[in-house]
Structure formats: C-alpha cells, structure tokens
C-alpha cells in the first residue's frame, strides 16, 4: 500500500509568490474537505474532499508513526445526508471542516506534488509530497525554497485548525 511522505510549512505573501514563480504547471482549486474520527478508530480519519464537482471518500491512517501516512482513496457519488447517516450509523463524527485554495502542481516526473494552500482561518501553507519517497527528498526542494527544517509544522490542518475553535 502506498504512503505518503510530506512536509507543510507556514508560509507568508513573499514566500508564496517565491514559491509560485520557481515552478511551473500550475493548477487552482477550491477544496472542502471533512474529517470525521470514532472512538474506535484511534490510528485513522475519514476524509470526505468535495472539489471542481467532484467528490472523493479517503480513509488516512498513521503507518509507522515517523514518516507519512497510508491513504486509501476513491471517487464517490455524494448523498450528503445518507452518507452521513452511514458515517454515524458507524460511529464516525464530524471533526473538522476546512477550506482551501490551492494551488498544485507536480515536478520530478510527477513523483512530487506541490500545494501552496490559502486555509480559511489559519493562512497560507506549503506542502510538499511524495509517494513511497523519503522527507530527504522534499528536505532537498524545501531548501531549494529557502526552508529550513526548523520550518516545519508536524501537525496537520486538521490539529492546526482543532488548536483555533
């Protein structure tokens, strides 16, 4: 099963534009995405991403703890209220809501993906990730950039977002 290596950093108005001049490519999207957490699943969230008309379901849990998570992904059709209702039925509850712009593009063959994210409520990011790849490989890019490690934010939106309700 594939994992997800990334690393997020805050970002501010210069570092974006640095950011968004250095690469090419790239694409803007509005996102929405929901989390939902149970009791009994204490490794793993149910992420519900509505973007561009599209509705994707993601199950991420933590792997080993140290380097990134697994992701299970799919496209679903979207009946807000009974799937929520399977949710709950589930023992699965809203946690969080966040939107997003987002600007994403690709390099190195399209092994490394690079969102510059606007969250509502919290400001502007930059994630850097790769699939089945090592942090030394975005470490490489991010000091490209101008990031250092002591940059770095380990916790995700979710956590970021949960610390300002």
């Keep these: 099963m594939p994992q997800e290596v990334e690393i997020r950093f805050k970002i501010d108005k210069d570092?974006?534009?640095?950011?968004?001049?250095?690469?090419?490519?790239?694409?803007?999207?509005?996102?929405?995405?929901?989390?939902?957490?149970?009791?009994?699943?204490?490794?793993?969230?149910?992420?519900?991403?509505?973007?561009?008309g599209v509705t994707e379901l993601s199950y991420k849990f933590f792997t080993d703890g140290k380097e990134g998570w697994g992701e299970i992904e799919t496209p679903i059709t979207y009946e807000?209220?009974?799937?929520?209702?399977?949710?709950?039925?589930?023992?699965?509850?809203?946690?969080?809501?966040?939107?997003?712009?987002?600007?994403?593009?690709?390099?190195?063959?399209?092994?490394?993906?690079i969102n510059v994210d606007k969250i509502e409520g919290l400001g502007c990011?930059?994630?850097?990730?790769?699939?089945?790849?090592?942090?030394?490989?975005?470490?490489?890019?991010?000091?490209?950039?101008g990031i250092e490690e002591n940059d770095v934010i380990n916790e995700g939106y979710v956590q970021l977002v949960k610390k300002i309700k």
């Design 125 to 145: 990011f930059c994630e850097l990730e790769i699939m089945e790849g090592t942090r030394k490989e975005l470490n490489k890019i991010a000091e490209k950039l």
């Design 80 to 113: 807000e209220n009974s799937f929520i209702d399977i949710l709950k039925k589930i023992g699965y509850e809203l946690d969080v809501k966040i939107n997003k712009k987002r600007h994403t593009t690709r390099i190195k063959g399209g092994d490394i993906e």
């Design 15 to 52: 570092k974006k534009n640095k950011i968004l001049e250095e690469f090419d490519g790239w694409e803007e999207i509005w996102q929405e995405d929901l989390y939902y957490r149970a009791d009994h699943d204490e490794k793993g969230v149910i992420r519900i991403r509505k973007q561009g």
